[in-house]
């Protein structure tokens, strides 16, 4: 299947995953997996995610920033794509490497060994990649992914709660500037 050419590419939920293509002056570009379409990108893949954060109001340096505060120290960072998207995606070795392959945690259906420094990568639709990686190292960043969206997920979810003592005052609960004020009517 021929690679359509295009010239601006922004994530949407069906991006499986991005990897680089080298062209004969030894260039990085992406091809990038979407639904059963490859497209291809004059952009590297780490420029992709960038661009693609700052579509949807943010930059890559602060998603890496803020999935470290989140996760702790750690290198090839998972990243949040926030907002209606709501993606999160992981690269298969540092960014910073040209060859680096990112992928869509949601799109992942397993990671296999091919041998001991060789995995393969399934994503939806059938799709594999081999990749010179350790199946224990992509599970674990798989895994890490995971974690990030757990803990954005418990994060975000908006919660209010208190418990009140049994009596027979009554209680008034008002919002404030930033709190709920909860105040007990004095009793006549």
Same mark, same amino acid.
């Given at each position: ?8 590419? =922004? /994530?949407?939920?069906?991006? *499986? ?5 080298? #062209? ?7 091809? @990038? +997996? ?13 420029? =992709? /995610?960038?661009?693609?954060? *700052? ?5 890559? #340096? ?7 505060? @989140? +996760? ?117």
């Amino acid at each position: 299947m021929e690679a359509k050419q295009i010239i601006s590419y =922004i /994530i949407v939920p069906e991006t *499986k995953s991005i990897r680089a293509q080298f #062209n004969d002056n030894g260039e990085c570009h992406s091809l @990038i +997996l979407e639904g059963d379409y490859t497209f291809k990108e004059d952009m590297k893949p780490v420029e =992709i /995610i960038d661009e693609s954060l *700052k579509y949807y109001g943010f930059d890559l #340096n602060g998603a890496i920033s803020g999935s470290r505060a @989140i +996760l702790g120290p750690c290198k090839a960072v998972p990243v949040r794509i926030p907002g209606e998207i709501n993606m999160y995606w992981f690269p298969h070795t540092s960014p910073g490497q040209e060859e680096c392959v990112w992928f869509a945690l949601h799109h992942v259906e397993a990671i296999l060994p091919e041998n001991h420094d060789l995995s393969k990568v399934y994503v939806s639709g059938g799709h594999c990649f081999k990749l010179n990686a350790a199946e224990k190292d992509l599970t674990y960043k798989y895994d890490r992914t995971e974690k990030l969206e757990s803990r954005i997920s418990k994060r975000t979810v908006n919660t209010f709660s208190f418990i009140m003592e049994r009596t027979t005052s009554t209680y008034t609960v008002e919002k404030g500037k930033r709190n709920y004020i909860i105040t007990r009517k004095k009793d006549k």
